[in-house]
């Protein structure tokens, strides 16, 4: 079953700008991978039954180890990301434990506000 | 005992346009101006009502496009004419639940303010006008 509603759309509508950026973009931490952005569920507050005011943590992934080869990935990804439309709250360093690798990732937050009709 | 969702807001229209989906708070004091009305005799002062009193605000998401938020206001500042109705709760209108209905009242300005990562907003206040309040199913 496919997802609906607001967050659905919210969801698809950061999952759209992260690929016109030219970023590969997963929404299943199944296919979480190097070089890919995950984008986890949705964080929010209502404005009203009508609006939301949703926030996304992405997951930037880079190939491991968490050198500095990594680590020019991860800070020239986020930046792209920081230089668009998306609004970027804040960003940090990480790790997502995928298997039985630490694979090194940039994590943002991202705000959007999604009006239902 | 009963409970209910509290602080939805059932209806609201600006103009005559239905902003309903879009107003996540209204506040209004309503009455009439305190006229003195004392006379030679009296051991205290004595008032009575003169020309309604209508002070309001509202917190308006700020949509952009015919007939949303920031062009309704963009029509309606200045005017001194326009006219806002509000419902209190969802059902038929009775005296559990009223219908507020401001005429002629002025949205003298609005601000509009762009914050980074944050929703954004319209305050937007009404004075001045004629209020009434109806229950009639």
């Given amino acids: 079953m496919s997802a609906t509603g607001i967050f659905a759309e919210a969801q698809a509508t950061v999952a759209a700008s992260l690929t016109a950026l030219g970023l590969v973009v997963v929404t299943d931490i199944r296919n979480a991978r190097p070089m890919t952005v995950l984008i986890d569920p949705p964080t929010f507050e209502t404005f009203n039954r009508n609006i939301g005011d949703i926030t996304f943590s992405l997951k930037i992934l880079a190939a491991p180890p968490a050198n500095s080869d990594a680590v020019d990935y991860l800070i020239s990804a986020a930046d792209t990301i920081m230089d668009s439309e998306i609004s970027v709250l804040r960003g940090a360093p990480g790790l997502l434990v995928a298997g039985e690798q630490n694979i090194p990732t940039y994590d943002l937050t991202v705000r959007v506000s999604t009006l239902r009709s | 005992m009963a409970t209910s969702y509290v602080g939805e807001i059932t209806?609201?229209?600006?103009?005559?346009?239905?902003?309903t989906a879009q107003c996540n708070k209204v506040d209004f004091t309503v009455g009439q101006t305190?006229?003195?009305i004392t006379a030679f005799g009296d051991a205290g002062e004595r008032m009575t009502g003169g020309l309604q009193s209508v002070d309001g605000s509202l917190d308006l998401y700020a949509s952009y496009g015919a007939g949303e938020v920031?062009?309704?206001?963009y029509d309606e500042v200045g005017t001194g004419t326009t006219d806002i109705v509000l419902v209190i709760k969802p059902g038929a209108l009775s005296a559990s639940n009223p219908e507020y209905t401001f005429?002629?009242?002025m949205i003298?300005?609005?601000?509009?303010a762009i914050d980074h990562g944050q929703i954004q907003i319209f305050t937007v206040a009404f004075s001045g006008g004629d209020w009434s309040r109806d229950i009639t199913p």
């Avoid at chain 2, 920031?70 to 206001?73: D, F, K, R, T």
């Fill in chain 2, 11 to 19: 209806s609201l229209t600006i103009g005559g346009v239905d902003l």
């Fill in chain 2, 34 to 36: 305190a006229l003195t």
């Fill in chain 2, 70 to 73: 920031e062009a309704v206001l």
């Fill in chain 2, 103 to 105: 005429t002629s009242t």
């Fill in chain 2, 108 to 112: 003298a300005d609005y601000p509009l």
